[in-house]
């Protein structure tokens, strides 16, 4: 039970004679550039992600005191 050929293309030509090219191709166009600005998005978190992390690992001072006290019975 899944979709034919035939069935895309008829619906295809429906969405086609509502909507007209010009703006189909404007509404493939915005959709095509709103994916494009996620994708580098995604890119520029994960590169951050990954320098703020090899930072952090450079620069990590662990201060404390340690205090050893033996049990005295």
Do not use: C, H, T
């Not at 915005?30 to 450079?58: C, Q, T």
């Amino acid at each position: 039970m899944g979709i034919s050929v035939w069935q895309l293309v008829i619906v295809l030509l429906i969405v086609l004679l509502l909507f007209g090219a010009k703006r189909l191709r404007n509404v493939g166009s915005d959709l095509g550039s709103a994916v494009k600005g996620f994708r580098s998005a995604i890119k520029d978190e994960e590169a951050n992600k990954d320098n703020a992390s090899i930072e952090k690992k450079e620069g990590e001072v662990i201060e404390g005191e340690v205090n050893k006290e033996k049990d005295k019975a």
